[in-house]
């Protein structure tokens, strides 16, 4: 099940964007709503395989630490243990969505008090391949803003600032009071989707561009999918974003 199904579309960009996708990685807040299982078959102390009564392995809970395109880390217990190319299933769950991946084992570090995992993630199956890249572009949005540039006014009279994202999909625009400092206004650009907010009223707004270059208002129907899109940008935003920026925007529904 695809997590957006007009946002966030896995099939566009080009293959310049595509192969720099594939070589970053982000890491991940633990603040954001994902859950992650590795069902592992596992091995003893002296490195034999253990064998599961229905052949499946154990399910293991562990702390997603970064994404890529092809693959992720995350740390789990210290009894987890396993070897470089052991087959296993990565089990994402997120609210009501859940993704499951056949993953390889491709590396593992043991610490005192966890072992890390690198995973490698087989993504033949169409469906599976363009949810998941949806959950790393989700990640990628918040975990790539920087600021771009601060301006001291623009015409309305406040000062803005603007924050850009990963491959120029998504930016974000904030308004300050000039001589407040506080915030006033908020834009979210997420590819051709715009998400608002004012400090004269706490629910959003949403937009999408259309023909000739003209902002429509979000059909009433897609408000929950672009709800639940700035829900999940929000926990995983750079420190690059200030906090009273952050709070401000989750004040806002």
Known sequence: MLFFER??????????????????????????PLRAVLCLTGRDTFGNP????????????GQLVNFSSTGVQMA????????????????????????VIPSR??????????VMFGLELNLTESETRRAYRQLVDLVAIGASFKLNK???????GY????YGGREAKAMLTVWRDSAKQMVSAFELKVMEFYIRGTSKNRKLKYFCRG???????????????MQR?????????????????????????
């Not at 080009?14 to 720099?20: F, T």
């Not at 000062?159 to 603007?162: A, D, N, P, Q």
Request: charged letters at 30%.
């Open 76 to 99: 789990l217990p210290p009894a987890a243990l396993a070897a470089r190319g052991d087959d296993c299933q990565l089990k994402l769950t997120l609210e009501r969505y859940q993704l």
């Open 211 to 225: 023909a000739e270059n003209k902002l429509n208002p979000v059909p009433i129907a897609q408000h929950a999918e």
């Open 159 to 162: 000062r803005v600032e603007l």
């Open 7 to 32: 946002i966030l579309n896995a099939a566009t960009g080009s293959k310049a964007s595509r192969e720099k996708r594939r070589q970053s990685r982000y890491a991940l807040n633990p603040a954001f």
């Open 229 to 253: 899109l700035f829900r999940w940008i929000l926990p995983n935003l750079t420190t690059a974003v200030p906090a009273d920026v952050q709070d401000f925007m989750k004040q806002r529904d």
């Open 105 to 114: 084992v491709a590396h593992l570090k043991e610490h005192r008090d966890h």
């Open 50 to 61: 253990l064998k599961a009564s229905d052949d499946k392995g154990w399910d293991w809970k």
């Open 150 to 156: 601060s301006e001291s006014t623009d015409d309305s």
